[in-house]
């Protein structure tokens, strides 16, 4: 086995990425993730701002459940 590192996209979050799940979003939640991204300054991917927002909304399930 080799000890080069695989070619591709560097693991987000610091971990591999386990699943791709196609999403279709209506258009308002589109506009409203754009508006997320615009506002930023590091002008981040959909893709990023998308799983940090589902990050963000298990946390807060999570802790309703407690």
């Not at 591709?8 to 386990?18: D, L, N, S, T, V």
């Not at 979003?25 to 927002?53: C, F, G, K, M, Y």
Request: hydrophobic share 40%; aromatic share 0%.
């Amino acid at each position: 086995m080799s000890d080069q590192r695989k070619v591709g996209r560097k693991p987000i979050h610091g971990k591999a990425m386990q699943l791709t799940i196609p999403l279709r979003l209506p258009a308002d939640l589109v506009d409203r993730i754009d508006a997320i991204v615009d506002s930023r300054a590091e002008q981040p991917s959909r893709n990023l701002v998308i799983r940090e927002l589902i990050v963000r909304g298990l946390v807060e399930a999570e802790k309703k459940r407690r």
